[in-house]
């Protein structure tokens, strides 16, 4: 089975706080994602990556930045953390050739 | 624009009532469609894949089905277990984009 396995389940940071969300695959998929799940809005993309130092801008990348230095894990980062930031963070991996996205089991980020 | 819609938003069922809960969408281009279980406070976990119109899939008590236009989640004799948020995802042809509904929350009653 694929496992996507995400950092921290619950954060609570303060504003202006520099946040780092970390997600590892370990399945060799070369596509990582980032999502943020709010009630009423559904999932949406942040940033995505398919390969190793590659990344591509998603719906809502503002405020936010990532890193995919090794193939298997893909960060993300807050650089100055802002109440509207707080939210369900989802990391997914998939596989090219196959496409389902496979859900790492999401970070609660609280900004204070 | 690409739209996915699904409906409706919640649905309580008594244990044993079957229903169908729904996924439209509107894209560009459909390489597949995804159907996906979420728990409260977890990530979502992998249901079903769909990449034509006339194909099904099926799990224990869940059927997927898919025409041009919508898929539909078939939940026959549903248990309370069976109660959390079911999503739907379509991947866009050329892209490694997919776009999600918002979800139907899904309540079983014993």
């Known amino acids: 089975d694929v496992k996507v396995t995400q950092s921290s389940r619950y954060l609570v940071k303060r504003t202006g706080e520099k946040v780092f969300l970390e997600c590892v695959q370990d399945?060799?998929?070369?596509?990582m994602f980032w999502y943020r799940q709010d009630p009423g809005l559904g999932l949406r993309l942040i940033y995505f990556?398919?390969?190793?130092?590659?990344?591509e801008k998603g719906d809502i990348p503002e405020g936010y930045s990532v890193s995919r230095e090794k193939k298997e894990r893909f960060s993300l980062i807050l650089e100055s953390a802002s109440t509207n930031q707080t939210s369900m963070y989802l990391c997914a991996s998939i596989s090219t050739g196959v496409y389902e996205a496979f859900f790492g089991q999401g970070t609660r980020l609280t900004v204070v | 624009e690409d739209q996915v819609t699904q409906s409706p938003e919640a649905l309580r069922l008594q244990e044993g009532e079957s229903s169908s809960l729904n996924c439209s969408y509107t894209?560009?281009?459909?390489?597949?469609l995804f159907w996906y279980r979420q728990d409260p406070g977890k990530g979502p976990e992998f249901l079903f894949t769909l990449y034509s119109a006339g194909e099904e899939k099926e799990k224990e008590r869940l059927k997927a089905t898919l025409t041009k236009k919508e898929s539909f989640l078939h939940i026959t004799a549903p248990k309370p277990e069976d109660s959390a948020t079911y999503l739907c995802a379509v991947h866009l042809s050329g892209t490694y984009k997919y776009i999600f509904g918002t979800g139907t929350r899904l309540k079983v009653l014993a």
């Open positions: 990556s398919y390969d190793v130092k590659m990344k």
């Open positions: 399945m060799d998929h070369e596509n």
């Open positions: 894209v560009s281009g459909l390489r597949g």
